[in-house]
């Protein structure tokens, strides 16, 4: 989940933001979530449905891409990998 700072003073939702990510962080929450087949992480809920998920070794932005600035550069700018991909042919 993404916390962006500016957007929250912009619009003045920093308290519902807190209450939002603690909802959905809460174990309960993170149970329904499991339910639906979502990966979630909270350690208890992690454990009760170990048997569904394997574990997963997940990679940083920097061995898939180089970092975050070079990943913008060449997959997300203006033309990049994602415009050639999305492209109709």
């Known amino acids: 989940m993404t916390w962006i ?3 929250i003073e912009q619009n003045g939702t920093e308290e519902l933001a807190k209450e939002y990510l603690t909802h959905l962080y809460a174990e309960d929450s993170q149970r329904l979530l499991a339910g639906f087949n ?6 208890t809920v992690q454990q009760e449905t ?4 394997r574990e997963l070794k997940l990679k940083s932005i ?9 990943a913008m550069a060449e997959h997300f700018a203006s ?7 999305q492209r109709r042919r």
């Open 5 to 7: 700072d500016d957007y």
């Open 38 to 43: 979502y990966r979630v992480h909270n350690e």
């Open 50 to 53: 170990s048997d569904r998920f």
């Open 62 to 70: 920097d061995e898939i891409a180089g970092g975050w600035e070079k």
């Open 79 to 85: 033309g990049g990998k994602l415009d050639q991909l």
